[in-house]
C-alpha cells in the first residue's frame, strides 16, 4: 500500500492492460472530502498527471470515514469500479 501523504485519509491503486500498454491510476480521498484521480503510470514509467475530481463528500460521509478509515478504502473501490477502473488488490 502507497503511503499516504498528511492530506489523504485512503489511497489506492488500480491497472488496465490492453494490447496499447499497462495504465496504472493512483485514487485518493482527501481530508477535506474530495475524491480524486490520476493516471500515475504507463507501462511502469511514472507519469505526473493533474489529479482528475470525482466529487465532494459531505459532511455526514467525512464523518462515517473519519470514524472508520476502511470506509474509505471500501469507497474508493466503489468509485473506481463505477468508471471502469479495477483495484490492483482484486486482479488476480
Known sequence: MPRLAAREISRIETTYSS???TFSWSWIVRADGEVQYRLSHVDGRRERNPW???G???A???RAIYADPTRATDLLMRLARKRGHFPVENRR
Open 56 to 58: 465532494q463528500l459531505t
Open 60 to 62: 455526514a460521509e467525512r
Open 19 to 21: 494490447d496499447l500498454g
Open 52 to 54: 482528475q475530481s470525482v
